[in-house]
């Protein structure tokens, strides 16, 4: 990853005065799962009613699209599931992420749609009961085939604190009783060859459209694989540009002498870790505009193979929030997923010991 120089902005910064510390604040994070309300878990976004009364005070038409993309047919994508809040009725106020059949009665997700930090910052997992799985269906109208969960296993190597190691698995009581599909999974050598940049790939799910409205309407957005020291870069850059006024602010108030300030300045992005780890890939567009966003969490990013198959590569995980704190940042290059391949070996881990 190039050094990341934020030279000017600082220059800026410091001889503006300590007025620039408050810029830092009205950036908008990176985070996984979506807005800053929901931050902690999507689940508990969903279940504790505060996605209802959102979708009720903001009553506008979106517009008809996932973040850059089109209604998907009926009958596509049928490996494609969505998890719901256990005891509602199925809607987009109860949907609260996606996932994927990966065999018959195993759904693949995203770790940080099962496991959320409770208000003490103590983590946990959700329990089985308060999960449904819904397949068989590209619509949130009560149709396809609600279906309980008997088990769920996140990576234990996963925290609501980082966004590495996102995967989850979940057991299904029974298979659906609808027509519906499994999708492959790639191996490590496999998975090398999906990720190189330029590499079609197709992410669905039922989360906010452009505007800021969930969508009942399964959706899909066709993007690309993207070099990942390219969106490490590009993410870091953003990143020290907030951080770049509360710096300025502390070597302000400590008197440090401007020289030093730059040392520092390097040294400390020299050390901060790269966003997009080696368990993670990432999809989007260099002209920005097509994404996953909030509720497309744990969904599937597959890639269109010769045979006219399809193997998924990813799972979603994070992106940028918009900055007035309402949806997803609808401009943004592209979103992180979960790289599969790298997990395989868990995957099958888990399933070979709870047949």
Not at 85 to 110: H, I, K, N, R, Y
Request: proline content about 6%; overall charge negative; aromatic content about 8%.
């Amino acid at each position: 990853m190039k050094a990341v120089s934020l030279k000017p902005v600082l220059l800026a910064l410091l001889a503006a005065g300590t007025a620039g510390a408050a810029l830092a604040q009205d950036a908008a994070p990176f985070h996984k799962g979506g807005t800053k309300a929901q931050d902690s878990s999507p689940f508990a976004f969903a279940a504790s009613g505060d996605k209802a009364r959102r979708d009720a005070a903001e009553p506008e038409a979106a517009g008809g699209k996932v973040i850059g993309g089109e209604l998907a047919d009926q009958g596509e994508w049928p490996w494609q599931v969505a998890l719901t809040v256990g005891g509602m009725p199925v809607s987009t106020d109860s949907q609260f992420c996606g996932g994927s059949l990966v065999m018959d009665e195993w759904v693949l997700t995203a770790a940080h749609c099962v496991h959320m930090m409770d208000d003490q910052g103590v983590e946990f997992d959700l329990k089985p009961q308060e999960i449904s799985i819904v397949a068989g269906t590209n619509k949130l109208d009560g149709s396809g085939d609600t279906i309980p969960v008997e088990a769920i296993y996140r990576h234990p190597s996963y925290t609501s604190t980082d966004f590495d190691y996102d995967i989850a698995l979940i057991k299904l009581s029974r298979k659906p009783n609808v027509p519906y599909r499994t999708v492959q999974v790639p191996d490590a050598a496999f998975g090398d060859i999906l990720a190189k940049p330029g590499v079609t790939t197709v992410v669905t799910g039922w989360g906010l459209q452009n505007g800021g409205r969930p969508s009942a309407d399964l959706r899909e957005a066709q993007i690309q694989m993207l070099d990942r020291e390219m969106c490490n870069t590009a993410m870091m850059e953003a990143r020290a540009e907030e951080a770049a006024a509360g710096f300025s602010y502390a070597v302000q108030v400590l008197s440090v002498r401007e020289d030093d300030a730059y040392a520092l300045w390097d040294q400390l992005v020299q050390r901060a870790p790269k966003p997009i780890s080696e368990n993670m890939i990432c999809s989007g567009t260099f002209e920005g505009g097509k994404t996953s966003c909030n509720g497309d969490s744990g969904g599937p990013l597959v890639v269109p193979l010769e045979d006219g198959s399809y193997i998924q590569a990813g799972i979603v995980s994070w992106g940028l929030s918009a900055s007035s704190g309402k949806g997803c940042e609808e401009t943004a290059m592209f979103s992180a997923y979960t790289n599969i391949s790298r997990f395989v070996p868990w995957l099958n881990e888990v399933i070979a010991a709870n047949p």
